[in-house]
Nanobody, 116 residues
């Protein structure tokens, strides 16, 4: 009923930038939260940033990414993650997430690889 599609990942050098996009399709309320999580090999999935898709557009960031990453929205179903000053430690699969009506949805992920 709800699908999330991520794009924008790739291979970049340390210090470079990428912008990830997530588009949600289906039927859901604007009263939801969308965000980005990442999972590196051998590690558990962790929060990167989230954003309320309602009027307030409140954001939340993991401490390690605050100041380098920015989450933004284009519409009720589209969010971006601008990633600057990328580090090799940022290498991971980045997943889009949506929480609405008590249900959690995940995208398939997009690979981000940062070389030294």
């Amino acid at each position: 009923q709800v699908q999330l599609v991520e794009s924008g990942g790739g291979l970049v050098q340390a210090g470079g930038s990428l912008r990830l996009s997530c588009v949600a399709s289906g039927t859901f309320s604007v009263l939801n939260v969308m965000g980005w999580y990442r999972q590196a090999p051998g590690k558990q999935r962790e929060l990167v940033a989230t954003m309320s898709m309602g009027r307030g557009a409140e954001t939340r960031y993991a401490d390690a990414e605050k100041g380098r990453f920015t989450i933004s929205r284009e519409s009720a179903n589209t969010v971006y993650l601008q990633m600057n000053s990328l580090k090799p430690d940022d290498t991971a699969v980045y997943y889009c997430n949506l929480r609405t009506g008590g249900v959690v949805y995940w995208g398939q992920g997009t690979q981000v690889t940062v070389s030294a």
